[in-house]
Each structure stands twice: as C-alpha cells, then as structure tokens.
C-alpha cells in the first residue's frame, strides 16, 4: 500500500488478512506502520497481554489492524489513509464483525500511548457487550437500577454521562425496561469495561470532573467486573492490591537473604512477566504496570 493510496477499511482487512501476525489463538494482529520494540511492547504486548482470560474466551477471532489514520466517511465504510484528514473527518476505531471473526483497525498515527489504549480497550469492551452472557447482562442492569434507585451522581465517562442524563430526563422511573435503559446499560458497560482493562494494563488516573461518579460507585463496578472477568495470574486491580503484593514479596526476599530454610509464601508471591518485545521504539504517555515491580 502506496503512501498516497486511499483504502476502504473494508477492502483493507481482506487485502491484509494473511498478513496477520498471531499474538495467540484467539488475537491477530498487524501494522501497516513500522514498529519497533518500544511501540510493539506498547502497542500490541502490553494492552493485549493484559486482557482477562474469560473475556479473550469470550470474544470472536479478534484481527487488529493498526493503521495511520482514519478518515470518516458518513454512510460509508472508513478510508485507510496515510495523510492526517482534517479533525471532523478523523476516525480513532473502525469495527467489522463478520461470522468467524472481528476485525479492529485502529489508527495510531498524531496520538498518544494513551489514546492509542483507550481506543483499543473501548473497541474490545463494545465487542464484550455484544458477546456478554444473559447472566453479565442482567448483573449489570440490576447495578445500574440500583445505583439509580440510590439517585447516584455522575458516570464514568461522557458517552455513558450522556445516556444517563437522556434516561433521567426522558423516563420516569428510569428503572423501567425499555429501549432508552437498555442504551444506557451498553455504553456504562462499554466505559466501565474501558477503564477495567485500561487500569489492567497501565497505571492511570481519572480526572475529576463535574459529571464523575463518586470514586466509591466507581469502585463497585469494576469489582463486579473482576467477577465477570477474573484476572490474570500477577494482575492486579487496585493500586493497594500490588502494593500488598509487593510487601509480600520484599517480606520474602529479605527473609530468604537471611534464613535459607524459609519458603515462598504461597498466595501473592508468584507474578506474571510480559512478552519480551522484539527491536527496539517510541514511547507511550501512560505508565505500563509491570506485574513484576
């Protein structure tokens, strides 16, 4: 693909379908965008190795696709572009679902680590929702109710603070079933998801703002997901939970110096380490958690 060359998303995927590189069984990925280790690491084995393993059980064949940029086409699929299209014009994610797999091409080109993180984890949390069990799905609807029951202030981001205030306003009791619930529930699934699995892979803040839940409603939500999505063996959800860990460890490590006939304690002390990356890259604005700190 020429420098200069502009490409339906769709005729993309088919066009680099057998270019794609297996990050295991269930992902695939390429990039049209040179990378080298740093930007691999960042990009591919960071975001994607911290992924749940019940939520990459889950979701189809996902083929992820990085590209330069994205350029929005109203009634029609995305063009695949190597020139920055004006801001209106610019797309972060563009989605294909078909019926052996999905397909995410994310443009990666004038943005930060951050955003490149966001983007991918809000495209792999819409994916979720449309997979979610009947179980997850009911489980979520009944933390929403009673958290509006409770009139709880705020979301946790602005797609979902958008919905919310449109429910509020246009239903009463906004517990009721119906279409303008069930648009609420999937997009505070999707912005809760994103932070769950943004947090996963790197140590990031929330910024407060006017429309921000309470950090302890917040809190409650990403529990509940921990328990539709166990993590990883080293993973950790809260920054005290790796502190703990850390505690344990250190514990160990200085009891080990000084008394050979101690043993590993068993729970806490075992931690996940990352795929080593491959040549040497650019930097991301957040910072990777290293379950290994």
Known sequence: MSAT???PADQFVEQFRTELIPFHSKI?????????????????EEPLGSLPPRLVEMLP??????????????????LVVFEAPEPAERSETFQ?????????????????????????????ASLAWEVATAD???????????????EVHGEVDEASWQKKNELLAKQSPPIRESKLFRDYARVSFIDTLTLFLHGLCCDIDVEPSPRQAPSSEIRR????????YPLADGFFL?????NKTRGIRESWRRGAAGDSGKSQPANGAS???RPKAAEPKGVADESPKSPDA
């Open 271 to 273: 931690m996940a380490t």
């Open 238 to 242: 809260f920054p005290e939970e790796l």
């Open 96 to 124: 294909m679902v078909g019926p052996d797999d999905a397909s995410v091409l994310l443009a990666v080109q004038e943005i930060t680590g951050n955003e490149i993180h966001y983007n991918l984890f809000s495209a792999i």
């Open 61 to 78: 064949r996902l083929n992820l696709f990085l590209v330069p940029f994205l350029r929005g086409r109203s009634k029609q699929v995305d």
């Open 5 to 7: 060359e502009q490409l």
């Open 221 to 228: 939500r990403l529990e509940l997901l921990r328990k539709f």
């Open 28 to 44: 695939h990925w390429f990039s049209v965008v040179p990378m080298g280790a740093d930007d691999l690491a960042s990009n591919i």
């Open 136 to 150: 997850i799905r009911t489980a979520w609807a009944k933390e929403l109710k009673d958290e509006l029951r409770r």
